[in-house]
């Protein structure tokens, strides 16, 4: 992995761009410098010339990748130019290492980079014929060249696909980081809708009872104030017992539905002094902890606005668990399929059904409900592939509740 910077991107440290190109280069060129067969001075002026500006390029990459650029092919015009007047062919060797660190380092334009080398090249071949070399020694020499050029060349490609790695990786990790404070919000926004129905329910109720209390205060009923503080009590006991629920309902750490249900159940018998009959039909089995959460929330809703617009009405609660795996629903939806998936077709249906008072009995729509929560709880059904209705029945002489959802 090596970082870029600099004009044209070049590697962070040539010592990591391209190591083979650096063991090839460093060992031809010592090894030709060393084993060099030429008397000329001027010669090996150009030989030194060129060597101190390859050398030159590799410590420009990072600080002046352009100086570095003119650096090496300047490195391989020198040799190129004086080919024909060599001894040996240390100028053509020289040039072929040259080219090739030039094709594996730079990243001009391809045509360029071509134009770059197909000069030095016809600089080499066009030298050396000048210097009397034949026909057989200018197809020696162009296939030193090329073989090294090709070689840069392949090693270009490498580097540019692990920079196209590199960058893929860096995309993909800040896609994932991006995914987990996407779940972080969820997550965040799915305990505020559970701490906000815990709260609103809890602390509504209490008002309740408080107002209660102090009305009966007003008339001088101790007896009752006290009844109504100790039903306080009790529901600010439920409130939190309520809150613990919902943190456990986040962990998957619920009691089986049922259970929940005759709970809830109860403790609305007890507080409200109302009929409420709960049956369960069909084959009871365990079920996450979102949906259950969701159904104990929807009965919870549909008892309260029960107390509140049919005071003392009798209320029936019925809980069915569809054994069918071919069961149709007409309000089923395919877009929620991700949950329904882990159940086939098979579904929980939950009806909670009470009289609408004599009063209430002509309006259409029946007794005003709480808009809000129903409206949160069809949100959050709808998350676990479910649906909710409630309205009066044909009649309008009851009010009917029902939620379904995958199970």
């Keep these: 992995m090596h970082a870029t910077g600099g004009q044209g991107g070049a590697p962070a440290s040539f010592m990591s761009a391209n190591p083979v190109m650096q063991i090839v280069g460093f060992g031809l060129l010592i090894g030709t410098l ?31 990748p352009l100086w570095a650029g003119i650096a090496l092919v300047s490195s391989a015009a020198m040799p190129a130019a004086a080919a024909g007047w060599a001894d040996d062919s240390t100028a053509v060797i020289m040039v072929g290492v040259m080219l ?39 197809a020696g020499y162009a296939l030193v060249m090329l073989l090294l050029t090709l070689l840069g060349l392949n090693q270009r490609q490498y580097r540019l696909r692990a920079d196209q790695a590199e960058q893929l990786l860096r995309q993909t990790t800040l896609m994932q980081q991006e995914q987990a404070q996407v779940a972080v919000l969820e997550e965040r926004a799915r305990i505020a809708r559970e701490i906000h129905d815990v709260l609103a329910h809890s602390l509504g109720a209490l008002t309740v009872q408080l107002k209660a209390a102090d009305a009966l205060l007003d008339n001088g009923d101790i007896e009752g104030v006290r009844a109504r503080i100790r039903r306080s009590n009790r529901l600010t006991d439920e409130g939190l017992a309520e809150a613990a629920a919902a943190v456990a309902a986040l962990r998957d750490e619920v009691l089986p539905l049922p259970d929940m249900l005759a709970e809830l159940i109860g403790n609305f018998r007890r507080d409200h002094r109302t009929e ?68 086939g077709n098979r579904k929980v249906r939950l009806e909670v059904r009470n009289d609408i008072p004599r009063a209430a009995a002509f309006v259409d729509d029946g007794p005003p409900v709480s808009g809000y929560g129903l409206t949160g709880m069809r949100e959050r059904l709808a998350l676990a592939g479910g649906t909710l209705q409630a309205g009066p029945d044909a009649t309008h002489r009851s009010w009917r509740l029902v939620v379904e959802l995958p199970g």
């Excluded at 084993?35 to 002046?64: K, Q």
Aim: net charge negative.
């Design 276 to 343: 409420i009959r709960l049956t369960t039909t069909g084959t009871t089995r365990p079920l996450p902890s979102g949906p259950v959460v969701a159904l104990v929330r929807a009965t919870r809703e549909a008892l309260t606005n029960a107390a509140k617009h049919a005071p003392g009405g009798a209320v029936d609660v019925v809980l069915n668990y569809d054994d069918s795996d071919d069961s149709e629903s007409d309000h089923s939806d395919s877009d929620h399929s991700a949950h329904a998936n882990n159940y």
């Design 100 to 138: 090739g660190w030039f094709a594996a380092w730079s990243r001009p334009r391809a045509a360029a980079l071509w134009l770059v080398l197909s000069s030095c090249l016809a600089l080499t071949l066009i030298s050396s014929a000048t210097g009397g070399a034949g026909l057989g020694d200018l």
């Design 34 to 64: 060393a084993t060099a067969r030429e008397n000329s001075p001027v010669m090996w002026a150009v030989y030194g010339a060129s060597s101190v500006c390859w050398f030159a390029s590799h410590f420009l990459i990072d600080r002046r």
